[in-house]
């Protein structure tokens, strides 16, 4: 199993960019299916956006669309994910997530079962 840790994660003003990326280590993630996910205080952890192994395949929630955009590089084993015209409503902490899955079948947000520690996104207003 890949280890994940996060990174770019910062205080931004409404309107900003931010450019997350999840880097992993202890093995390829070329056949893992990466997600991003985030919880805000109080609330429970949501899916944000996807993508499958061969990058084909993105998700994103419907709240995300047109706003961010999630890519990877299988070389660099990383997953990143741009976050542009951010919102206050966006602040929480942001995870990487991973999931074993060679096809290009995007896994259920339930499904996925390697986890990084999380990086700290703030909007303000």
């Known amino acids: 199993q890949v280890q994940l840790v996060e990174s770019g994660g910062g205080l931004v003003q409404a309107g900003g960019s931010l450019r997350l990326s999840c880097t992993a280590s202890?093995?390829?993630?070329?056949?893992?299916?990466m997600a991003w996910f985030r919880q805000a205080p109080g609330k429970e952890r949501e899916f944000v956006a996807a993508i499958t192994w061969s990058g084909r395949r993105t998700n994103y929630e419907d709240s995300v669309k047109g706003r961010f955009t999630i890519s990877r590089d299988n070389a660099k084993k990383t997953v990143s994910l741009q976050m542009n015209s951010l919102k206050p409503e966006d602040t929480a902490v942001y995870y990487c997530?991973?999931?074993?899955?060679?096809?290009?079948?995007?896994?259920?947000?339930?499904?996925?079962?390697?986890w990084g520690q999380g990086t700290q996104v703030t909007v303000s207003s």
């Open positions: 997530a991973a999931k074993f899955r060679p096809s290009d079948i995007l896994p259920g947000p339930g499904e996925y079962d390697n």
């Open positions: 202890g093995g390829s993630i070329i056949t893992y299916a």
